[in-house]
């Protein structure tokens, strides 16, 4: 590994090769916070896909991308004269430092467990009206609740027992088939299947389970064992479409045992 000299001058090599593209590439000259932003959420999906597939060569390119994303805003930053790359480092330590007490102060905590609702109480310090003000709305809606249920369990608004939460997704699952079976409203039904796996991602949570990246692991299987499908019917000479479903059925057991 690096030495720390060897970490800072690359970073400084960096922020070189960054006001160099700023001043004589006529496409780095013309992207703004605004154009930026699309491209740096998809670098993050790049990166999330990484970590799943547990390729830490590719991590390691796509967290040099994203960084030059941090150095990218912090230079246009720079340039409107609001803030520059020191002012976003500085903020994030002195943020760590004040956030962690139980490591930079006298604070002490048994467990992360402590850590978690510490961290809360110090946001609402910093002026959060809500425990919930710091979570984006623009996150996708699975990764939002739990992280909204993360929150709320903070503060002490949680299950008392895990087990309980079996009996809320029984609930909403007959809640669910009741508008289903009555034929409701779209609205209705919506409201119900939302209540449902709301209530299944707070399961997860309290299982210790991520459900962005088991829903993730589901989808890739799926996917893989769809394409050994399509390849088994396209060898047979047969359409999908032409196929019955007990036939299908069998390829995909066969895709299963694979």
């Known amino acids: 590994m690096h030495s720390k000299e060897a970490k800072l001058q690359a ?16 496409w780095d000259r013309e992207q703004s916070m605004e154009s930026l932003r699309n491209l740096t959420i998809e670098e993050t999906y790049e990166l999330a896909d990484a970590i799943l597939e547990e ?3 590719e991590v390691r390119k796509e967290l040099g991308d994203l960084i030059l994303h941090i150095v990218f805003y912090s230079k ?3 340039e409107k004269g609001v803030f520059d790359i020191a002012d976003v480092l500085e903020g994030i330590n002195s943020k760590l430092v004040f956030r962690h007490p139980h490591v930079f102060g006298e604070r002490k905590v048994e467990n ?5 609702e ?10 959060n009206r809500s425990v919930l003000a710091g979570v984006p709305l623009s996150l996708p809606a699975i990764i939002k609740a739990h992280r ?3 929150k709320v369990r903070a503060v002490g608004f949680d299950w008392n027992k895990r087990e309980e939460v079996w009996e809320k997704v029984n ?3 007959h809640e669910l088939r009741h508008e289903l079976e009555n034929g409701s409203s779209k609205e209705g039904m919506e409201e119900e299947m939302g209540d449902l796996l709301f209530s299944i991602v707070n399961a997860a949570r309290l299982y210790d389970i991520e459900p962005e990246t088991a829903l993730e692991r589901t989808n890739r299987k799926f996917i893989q064992r769809f394409r050994y499908l399509e390849d088994t019917a396209r060898e047979m000479g047969r359409s999908l479409k032409e196929m019955s479903l007990e036939e299908m059925e069998a390829i995909w057991q066969e895709a299963k045992s694979r």
């Open 11 to 26: 970073f400084d090599r960096l922020l070189e090769i960054m006001n160099e593209l700023r001043e004589k590439c006529p």
């Open 55 to 57: 390729n830490l060569e």
């Open 76 to 78: 246009i930053g720079e």
């Open 112 to 116: 992360s467990g402590e850590v978690i």
């Open 118 to 127: 510490n961290w809360e109480e110090l946001k609402m310090k910093e002026g």
């Open 148 to 150: 909204i249920q993360d």
């Open 171 to 173: 609930e909403e699952i």
